[in-house]
């Protein structure tokens, strides 16, 4: 099992990116698909959540500013970003999760400037 996930990079305060996952090797539309994301010295936390039977569960923080979405013919799911903040720094994580199983991507860096 692959998750890539590319996207990330080094934006202005009040700026936006989308990030993109891709994968292969699982059947991705058996699977619950998110995005974590990890800043220094911080735990990993759940940034939005798409079931594989279409409910979608945002983290407080990021509501109303992040939309998680998810392609089932293409096996991706994107994280569009918008309003960044300085505190939304950090690895972002893809992550795909069927009962017990589960599998995580690379991060993907995202660098908000102020």
């Known amino acids: 099992v692959q998750l890539q996930a590319s996207g990330g990079g080094l934006v202005q305060s009040g700026g936006s990116l989308e990030l993109s996952c891709a994968s292969s090797?699982?059947?991705?539309?058996?699977?619950?698909m998110g995005w974590y994301r990890q800043a220094p010295g911080k735990q990993r936390e759940l940034v939005a959540k798409r079931t594989r039977f279409g409910l979608t569960n945002v983290a407080d923080s990021v509501k109303g500013r992040f939309s998680i979405s998810r392609d089932n013919a293409k096996n991706t799911v994107s994280l569009q970003m918008n309003s960044l903040k300085t505190e939304d720094t950090g690895d972002y994580f893809c992550h795909a999760k069927r009962g017990r199983w589960e599998f995580w991507g690379q991060g993907t860096l995202v660098t908000v400037s102020s």
């Open positions: 090797g699982l059947v991705f539309r058996d699977y619950d």
